[in-house]
């Protein structure tokens, strides 16, 4: 009987906030249980990110310079980032409509020779408006040599204004959540216990793809509980 080798995927992410751990925690449970070999490389900044930024000021500040894809720099990687791997996820946040600056710095850093001829899948977190996050950085990777197949992306499911309103407010070290008007439409920062399900069933499903050597980019991650259409909401908020 011949042995087939198990799958080994390579994640390499960037959590302010805990948003993005949040969903790989699951994702990476998922592709576990298809018998998938999962390393995780955080990226660590060189001068640790506060977060909350602590004022409004401190929190317009920083959306002028991720706007602008402001690099943060970063500790070097790890030599686990040096084996072979049959797939590498790249997941980190939204920052201003751009990649963060952690990953900017990586792929400037370290782009041509991590990334070159490696397939690459993205995992966004975000607020809502992901597509301009998704189209730079997905110009940077291939002008690194990747292949991206595929993304999965996770936006708040709290309808709008509420969900720019409320971000900006936590970000900026209030509890909009706990306001008695906000709170009637902001609820909850970030993502939803059915979203971190579905990022479990994202794995699961990418996981036993891989293993039986189906093409990834047929794989739909497009999911309503993984992009928020302005609060089509699939369950109630917990």
Same mark, same amino acid.
């Given at each position: 009987?011949?042995?087939?080798?198990?799958?080994?995927?390579?994640?390499?992410?960037?959590?302010?906030?805990?948003?993005?751990?949040?969903?790989?925690?699951?994702?990476?449970?998922?592709?576990?249980?298809?018998?998938?070999?999962?390393?995780?490389?955080?990226?660590?900044?060189?001068?640790?990110?506060?977060?909350?930024?602590?004022?409004?000021?401190?929190?317009?500040?920083?959306?002028? =310079?991720?706007? $602008?894809? +402001?690099?943060?720099?970063?500790? @070097?990687?790890?030599?686990?980032?040096? %084996? &072979? *791997?049959?797939?590498?996820?790249?997941?980190?946040?939204?920052?201003?409509?751009?990649?963060?600056?952690?990953?900017?710095?990586?792929?400037?850093?370290?782009?041509?020779?991590?990334?070159?001829?490696?397939?690459?899948?993205?995992?966004?977190?975000?607020?809502?408006?992901?597509?301009?996050?998704?189209?730079?950085?997905?110009?940077?990777?291939?002008?690194?040599?990747?292949?991206?197949?595929?993304?999965?992306?996770?936006?708040?499911?709290?309808?709008?204004?509420?969900?720019? =309103?409320?971000? $900006?407010? +936590?970000?900026?070290?209030?509890? @909009?959540?706990?306001?008695?008007?906000? %709170? &009637? *439409?902001?609820?909850?920062?970030?993502?939803?216990?059915?979203?971190?399900?579905?990022?479990?069933?994202?794995?699961?499903?990418?996981?036993?793809?891989?293993?039986?050597?189906?093409?990834?980019?047929?794989?739909?991650?497009?999911?309503?509980?993984?992009?928020?259409?302005?609060?089509?909401?699939?369950?109630?908020?917990?």
């Amino acid at each position: 009987m011949e042995i087939t080798a198990a799958k080994k995927i390579l994640i390499i992410c960037y959590s302010l906030s805990g948003q993005t751990s949040n969903l790989l925690a699951r994702l990476t449970s998922g592709l576990e249980s298809a018998g998938v070999t999962v390393i995780i490389e955080r990226l660590r900044p060189l001068k640790p990110l506060r977060f909350p930024f602590g004022s409004i000021r401190a929190t317009v500040r920083m959306m002028l =310079l991720t706007f $602008f894809r +402001k690099r943060i720099s970063i500790a @070097p990687l790890s030599d686990k980032c040096k %084996g &072979r *791997y049959d797939l590498i996820i790249l997941a980190g946040p939204t920052w201003s409509y751009q990649p963060s600056g952690p990953v900017l710095s990586l792929i400037d850093r370290d782009g041509s020779t991590l990334l070159a001829n490696r397939p690459v899948i993205t995992l966004i977190s975000c607020r809502g408006y992901w597509r301009m996050h998704w189209l730079g950085l997905r110009a940077l990777l291939q002008k690194n040599g990747a292949t991206v197949v595929n993304r999965i992306v996770f936006t708040h499911p709290s309808r709008e204004p509420w969900r720019t =309103l409320g971000v $900006f407010l +936590k970000l900026a070290g209030r509890s @909009p959540e706990r306001s008695r008007f906000i %709170g &009637r *439409y902001y609820p909850r920062y970030g993502h939803e216990k059915n979203q971190l399900d579905e990022a479990d069933r994202f794995g699961a499903m990418l996981g036993q793809a891989l293993t039986r050597g189906k093409d990834l980019a047929a794989l739909n991650f497009q999911t309503p509980l993984a992009i928020s259409r302005g609060g089509n909401r699939q369950s109630p908020r917990c």
